[in-house]
Nanobody, 123 residues
């Protein structure tokens, strides 16, 4: 199983980025997916998650109104559109896959993880 994130980079505050997570080696449509992030010195935290069909999503307060998650099961790819970025959004962003789905699925129930992509927001 391989999850590969892309789309990170350096952006000014107020800007936008679109992250992608390309999956291979698993039946993508059978897996719930999540975006997590980890800032230096902090724990890895959930940003947004989406059910296997895409019909249900769950997000952290930090993402409300600014980020949008989506997936294309035909392309085995998940996306995170991030708008109105803030310096506190600076972190390494990871995608993860889980066979299970419920709102607030904990981090340790995600089985597969990508290597992460750096997002840096300058003030």
């Amino acid at each position: 199983v391989q999850l590969v994130e892309s789309g990170g980079g350096l952006v000014q505050a107020g800007g936008s980025l679109r992250l992608s997570c390309a999956a291979s080696g698993l039946t993508f449509s059978n897996y719930a997916m999540g975006w997590f992030r980890q800032a230096p010195g902090k724990e890895r935290e959930l940003v947004y998650a989406i059910s296997n069909s895409g019909g249900s999503t769950y997000y952290a307060d930090s993402a409300k109104g600014r980020f949008t998650i989506s997936r294309d099961n035909a392309k085995n790819t998940m996306y995170l559109q991030m708008n109105s970025l803030k310096p506190e959004d600076t972190a390494v962003y990871y995608c993860a896959a889980s066979r299970f789905w419920r709102l607030g699925l904990p981090r340790d129930e995600y089985e597969y993880w990508g290597q992460g992509t750096q997002v840096t927001v300058s003030s």
